[in-house]
């Protein structure tokens, strides 16, 4: 004899509309908030690198309206690395110089020469720690001029945004520092205007 399945008990109606309405809120909400902090974000990387081209800056402290620090933004330097710019210049190169490391491919209707990846990743990592398109041979020492090869930027510089940590004088983090400003109604104006209380009230 079977065991006879029983009916799954249906939750609360009122439980459903509290976490229903939640998530429509808070979806709501974060979309604005995505929304205006990208621009935020883009508004202030633009006047940083702005800054930092004219001054040398390279960290901004973040304070609340009150003058409270909650954080810094520092730069993060970008990178530069060795890249091939001419694939034929830079395998005829290989060819000329390092026979062993060219790569010819016959492929139905054409032909393709190359070097080796390998090969290729060295020479680009030791051009890339010199800062210049040049190679020196580990055998003979010769310093070639690698053609094909530039040393252009590989990673843009960024910003990095840190709040600030709890401390005997202040026990508040960053983030709990503009929780509380929050809170106290002395934000909304500030960076969500359109959520602010009375937005939507005419003048």
């Not at 909400?29 to 940083?48: F, N, R, S, T, V």
């Not at 010199?130 to 001029?145: K, L, Q």
């Not at 026990?171 to 209380?197: C, D, F």
């Amino acid at each position: 004899m079977t065991e006879q399945q029983q009916t799954p008990t249906a939750p609360d109606p009122a439980a459903i509309r509290d976490a229903v309405t939640r998530q429509a809120v808070l979806g709501a909400l974060l979309d604005q908030i995505k929304d205006a902090y990208k621009d935020a974000k883009a508004d202030a990387d633009k006047l940083l690198e702005q800054q930092y081209r004219a001054v040398g800056t390279t960290k901004t402290d973040a304070t609340l309206p009150d003058g409270t620090q909650v954080g810094s933004v520092s730069r993060q330097g970008g990178e530069r690395a060795a890249q091939v710019v001419d694939d034929e210049q830079f395998a005829a190169w290989v060819r000329d110089h390092y026979p062993s490391e060219h790569v010819v491919r016959i492929i139905p209707a054409r032909v393709e020469v190359s070097a080796r990846p390998a090969f290729a990743a060295q020479v680009l990592a030791e051009m890339t720690a010199a800062g210049t398109a040049r190679y020196v041979d580990p055998e003979t020492g010769e310093v070639h001029d690698v053609p094909g090869v530039e040393i252009r930027p590989s990673r843009a510089a960024s910003h990095r945004l840190t709040y600030t940590r709890g401390s005997k004088a202040q026990p508040l983090t960053g983030r709990e520092l503009v929780a509380r400003a929050w809170r106290e109604g002395g934000l909304a104006a500030h960076v969500l205007p359109a959520l602010a209380p009375g937005a939507d009230q005419p003048a």
